[in-house]
């Protein structure tokens, strides 16, 4: 499995000269790209971190943010994106927990790393306004640098996203880098993505949705196209303007663009393929986007954080009213290690009340939480995340009667 520099450098091979990202003015092509990426990780070691030390960042979907992700990936630094709009209690629980090497923020993000006290006992980076003692982004990838280079393999940790924190403090989630490349493989797959897609990049890139977006357009020489703040009248003109082909969204978003009074004349026809995640959708909201859009795919995501992903249903219309749910799905989530779904395999009688999972089998599993005594442990399977999956028996898979697996 290659680590995600190495898929990189592929991406540039391959399509040097096709656009890779979209903010604003600045349109950048894979080449052009790959020339900020490889300043940013002289810049990055101009500040002294060190491959497995992390770098908390606090951004909206921007070029910049999307630049630092893959220079991280290059650096071997592990990049911890977190939510723009945490206070500055919360930036210490993260700065904290994480053990931060430096945090990176953004003018909507300032006030609460002013209010931070670990904050300012770490190189802090700016994109907008800096504040004396910070270091401007810009002061990072100006200048021609020698080609970045990937500095560790595919095990060595990638990112680490934090949960929401609904039944306790957030928890970081560590993903290495074999895990993304698999999981964002596996979202082509599910997705049909094809050579030169274009997505709209507003899903935060602090979510596993926004990651997963963003490596997927690199493995098909497509392009992300960034939205900052979801806007519903600035989402519908980029889908125009930009030819925008997959929305990858959660129901909310969706439910505000197609009720936006703008979406009637907005020319949406590019857009052939629907993706959400996060949540439920309604019978109604899956009518009207099907009505609206008349999508060549419609796919619900479950289950996408620490799994990638628990379960997907490619027809999401014919499910309406509940996510995903493994006991009625036509895919699960991939093992390099269970057999290949086929249609040959026997049916059961009757139709299965669910479908048995070892989550840690799947290649694109996380490996447990940090800072955590004991590790989270699946409901379903018994196993902790951090099992490896050498140890574990082979996964049972039970049809749902009449399904197409």
Request: aromatic letters at 8%.
């Amino acid at each position: 499995m290659l680590d995600l520099g190495l898929s990189f450098l592929g991406s540039v091979a391959r399509d040097p000269n096709a656009l890779a990202v979209v903010d604003g003015e600045l349109r950048l092509t894979y080449g052009q790209w790959y020339r900020r990426i490889s300043a940013l990780v002289a810049g990055l070691d101009s500040l002294g971190l060190a491959p497995g030390e992390r770098v908390v960042t606090a951004l909206q979907n921007r070029w910049e943010a999307a630049t630092l992700h893959w220079a991280c990936q290059f650096a071997g630094v592990i990049v911890t994106p977190v939510n723009w709009r945490s206070t500055a209690g919360e930036l210490d629980f993260f700065l904290q927990d994480a053990e931060a090497k430096a945090v990176v923020y953004e003018e909507t993000s300032a006030a609460a790393i002013r209010g931070s006290q670990l904050s300012a006992r770490l190189p802090r980076i700016a994109l907008d306004s800096v504040s004396p003692g910070d270091t401007p982004f810009a002061a990072l990838t100006d200048g021609d640098r020698p080609e970045a280079r990937p500095r560790v393999n595919a095990e060595a940790r990638s990112v680490m996203l934090y949960t929401s924190g609904t039944t306790a403090r957030p928890k970081g989630v560590p993903r290495r880098q074999r895990a993304e490349r698999a999981a964002a493989l596996a979202h082509v797959a599910q997705n049909l993505y094809g050579r030169g897609e274009r997505t709209l990049g507003v899903m935060p890139l602090y979510h596993t949705m926004g990651v997963r977006s963003l490596l997927a357009m690199s493995l098909v020489g497509g392009a992300f196209i960034c939205l900052r703040r979801f806007d519903a009248a600035e989402a519908l003109r980029l889908i125009a303007t930009e030819r925008v082909t997959n929305l990858y969204l959660v129901p909310t978003l969706y439910h505000d663009l197609v009720h936006h009074p703008a979406f009637a004349e907005a020319d949406t026809h590019s857009v052939r393929k629907l993706g959400f995640a996060g949540a439920p959708m309604t019978d109604g909201l899956l009518k009207k986007l099907q009505a609206a859009f008349r999508p060549d795919l419609f796919v619900n995501h479950y289950g996408s954080s620490e799994i990638y992903t628990f379960t997907i249903e490619q027809n999401a219309p014919a499910k309406p009213g509940r996510p995903a749910a493994p006991g009625s799905i036509r895919w699960c989530a991939w093992s390099s290690s269970a057999p290949i779904p086929s249609t040959s395999w026997p049916r059961p009688a009757k139709k299965a009340r669910s479908l048995h999972f070892l989550p840690a089998m799947n290649p694109s599993t996380a490996t447990g939480v940090v800072r955590t005594p004991t590790p989270r442990r699946s409901a379903r399977a018994g196993i902790s995340l951090a099992t490896p999956a050498s140890s574990i028996p082979m996964a049972t898979f039970s049809s749902p009667a009449g399904s197409t697996t």
